[in-house]
């Protein structure tokens, strides 16, 4: 597949061209649970643009495509920082690190999402994912349709500032084009290409797309910082050693039933010849 070898790619620049941060810093803010620093090797400002109907999604391993899933109805359908609710609704733990004494992610996330605001359009009360619809329906051609995670005014009570922080949406004749923007990336675990954040922004291009009237359009997916991390760097090397399985090709299936965003549920999807590599790797996070 296209996107194997895009990841493949993107992985050797980034462990031969990439900046060594112990050469540049003694400290970072990430560590791993032993309280150790975790170091990686970056680059900035890479994006990949991926073309019109290709599901983001590697071969090379085995990605948690229903995690991904569960992940963005969790912050953009149930607009939840409730670490909780994504437990024991969609049963993944993986926010469980960085929880607060509230068992919430504080004012990261689906905090972010829930907030009402004065829409600049209707001048009535709005949330950013309800703007975003009401306008592709209404207004087209808007051409400030963004939802932001990043707001400065909270920073200091999130848990965690988003990752993946920005979608902004342009309308092309019939069809919706979305840019993520994402601050960093932890390239083995999450932001590669083809790896869990491409997938699941490519899934709410799809959601948005359904409950709109649009096809979807482009996909481009930028990020400012794409590291790896020095402790994942042999797993990296013994993922792009692999060849492409070319009897892999995903397609995803959404439940057309489906017309109003509030009412998806993560059993209206489903992912049909994807066929991935079965190894198991044991991927420590750095928090």
């Not at 960085?98 to 009535?124: H, M, V």
């Not at 359904?210 to 359009?217: L, R, Y």
């Not at 013994?238 to 549920?265: A, G, H, M, W």
Request: glycine share 4%; net charge neutral; hydrophobic share 40%.
């Amino acid at each position: 597949m296209r996107v194997d070898e895009i990841y493949i790619d993107m992985a050797a620049d980034i462990l031969e061209n990439g900046v060594d941060e112990q050469d540049v810093s003694s400290k970072v803010r990430a560590v791993w649970n032993d309280g150790k620093s975790a170091y990686t090797k970056y680059l900035t400002q890479k994006f990949v643009e991926y073309k019109e109907g290709e599901v983001p999604i590697i071969s090379l391993r085995k990605i948690a495509w229903k995690s991904a899933i569960k992940e963005i109805l969790w912050i953009y359908k149930d607009k939840s920082n409730d670490v909780n609710v994504f437990n024991e609704k969609y049963n993944v733990k993986y926010w469980d690190s960085w929880k607060d004494q509230n068992s919430t992610l504080g004012k990261a996330y689906g905090y972010q999402t829930a907030k009402k605001f004065i829409s600049p359009e209707t001048k009535k009360p709005v949330d950013q994912v309800e703007r975003l619809i009401e306008q592709l329906k209404t207004n087209p051609l808007n051409r400030r349709l963004i939802i932001n995670l990043y707001d400065v005014d909270d920073l200091s009570e999130m848990t965690l500032i988003p990752c993946a922080f920005m979608t902004l949406w342009t309308v092309r004749e019939d069809k919706l084009d979305l840019t993520l923007i994402q601050r960093s990336g932890d390239f083995l675990a999450a932001a590669a290409p083809g790896n869990i954040n491409a997938f699941q922004y490519y899934v709410l291009l799809r959601m948005i797309c359904q409950v709109t009237g649009f096809k979807p359009g482009k996909f481009t997916h930028f990020i400012q910082n794409i590291h790896i991390y020095k402790k994942h760097i042999p797993i990296v090397k013994k993922i792009i050693e692999k060849e492409e399985k070319k009897d892999s090709k995903p397609i995803l299936k959404i439940n057309p039933e489906v017309k109003r965003f509030e009412d998806f549920d993560v059993d209206d999807f489903e992912l049909i010849g994807y066929k991935p590599y079965e190894d198991k790797y044991s991927i420590d996070i750095a928090i």
